[in-house]
């Protein structure tokens, strides 16, 4: 069998260099402006015959995570005409895409697009559990394991039995839990700790991470073998600003989810909005919408709500002065300094930590409390 990557380049052209990766895995990286070849995707006809009714009976045919994937762009598009083969294979399959792309969703439509649809979908977030934790989160712990185990714990592949453990964050996982993971995956069992019993396991797995693996490989923090057995399909997801044609959609999706979708975005804002960089990705876009509310004054988002910075404009005012946050609920204020710091030290977690001067388990706990929120 040949093996290779798979890259469809900007002018729509498809390359494939059978030489640089092992056997069985496929690299594909989607292009910002080309379209892979002519086939109509099924995803894209089942979207087009839902966008030509109004019942709720054809909305409920598509999974609520499908339908929160905004695909305007030709990039997205693309994508998801890219997933559809790889979720119906059994394949593991990598998403790498900075912080705040929505790899969370695209791993639940890989999932909701595959033959385990009908099984759990676990997440299991690798950044966001202490490394003395993620053991016994991981493979489960039997009652008495250790000080505090009053009863026993069903770690993540055991709950994931039969459907999909996506692996959040997995470039966040220390060296000596990457060779743990190594062994489970070759064994396809586990055995928790404090147990003497091996629990087999049938579990699909999705990871996704804000990292460049092969960087990290080299570089010595990620193991080399454990790469390979993730990366049967490496998923390279677009930011924001490579796909403004999603943005006055996306926008509109996240005024719903956040309560608010009687709101109306004035043509003024949108302009802000499509020209902005968003290196938060569609994190940031939530957090600034979020935000403009708190300034509204009827059912019209206007670019004068938005707190957003001109470019080019130098101030004598510190970074905190320069920040509308009168009427912002502190809470939401913390977790955009801490949101801002993780993009600041490109996902390092401890560094994030001491910059923000608290405990590395407190971020993780914030961490894991704002994704919890996000799911609900």
Not at 40 to 48: D, H
Not at 90 to 116: C, F, M, N, W, Y
Not at 122 to 136: I, P
Request: with cysteine; hydrophobic share 40%.
């Amino acid at each position: 069998m040949s093996t290779g990557t798979l890259a469809v380049t900007e002018g729509g052209s498809v390359g494939f260099d059978a030489e640089e990766l092992p056997t069985g895995r496929t690299e594909v990286a989607v292009s910002e402006s080309g379209f892979w070849g002519t086939r109509a995707s099924r995803l894209r006809k089942e979207s087009a015959r839902l966008c030509q009714t109004e019942t709720a009976e054809a909305l409920q045919l598509v999974p609520k995570a499908v339908r929160k994937v905004v695909a305007e762009s030709s990039s997205m598009r693309e994508l998801l005409e890219l997933l559809e083969p790889l979720a119906r294979a059994e394949v593991p399959v990598t998403l790498i895409g900075e912080t705040g792309t929505g790899k969370d969703v695209l791993a639940r439509t890989i999932h909701q697009h595959s033959a385990r649809k009908d099984g759990p979908f676990v997440v299991f977030d690798c950044g966001a559990v202490a490394a003395t934790l993620a053991e016994s989160e991981l493979l489960g712990h039997e009652r008495g394991a250790f000080t505090g185990a009053v009863g026993a714990h069903v770690g993540a592949f055991e709950r994931a039995h039969g459907g999909t453990l996506f692996l959040d964050e997995i470039g966040e996982l220390p060296l000596e839990l990457q060779t743990r993971l190594l062994r489970l995956l070759g064994n396809s069992s586990v055995r928790r700790v404090g147990g003497t019993q091996d629990r087999a396991f049938d579990v699909r797995i999705v990871a996704a991470t804000n990292r460049d693996l092969q960087v990290e490989v080299h570089a010595g923090r990620f193991r080399r073998d454990l790469y390979f057995r993730l990366a049967g399909a490496v998923v390279h997801v677009p930011p924001l600003r490579k796909r403004s044609e999603d943005i006055p959609t996306l926008a509109s999706r996240l005024l719903e989810d956040l309560g608010h979708a009687e709101v109306r975005i004035a043509p003024d804002a949108l302009r802000a909005l499509t020209t902005r960089q968003w290196h938060g990705n569609v994190r940031e876009l939530k957090n600034t919408l979020a935000c403009a509310i708190a300034f509204l004054d009827g059912a019209v988002l206007e670019a004068r709500h938005l707190a957003l910075p001109s470019a080019g404009e130098p101030s004598e005012q510190s970074p905190v002065d320069q920040l509308a946050l009168g009427g912002i609920k502190l809470a939401a204020i913390e977790q955009a300094a801490i949101e801002q710091t993780l993009r600041q030290t490109a996902g390092n977690k401890a560094r994030a930590a001491e910059i923000l001067g608290i405990a590395p388990s407190t971020l993780y706990e914030k961490l894991k409390k704002y994704q919890s929120a996000s799911r609900g």
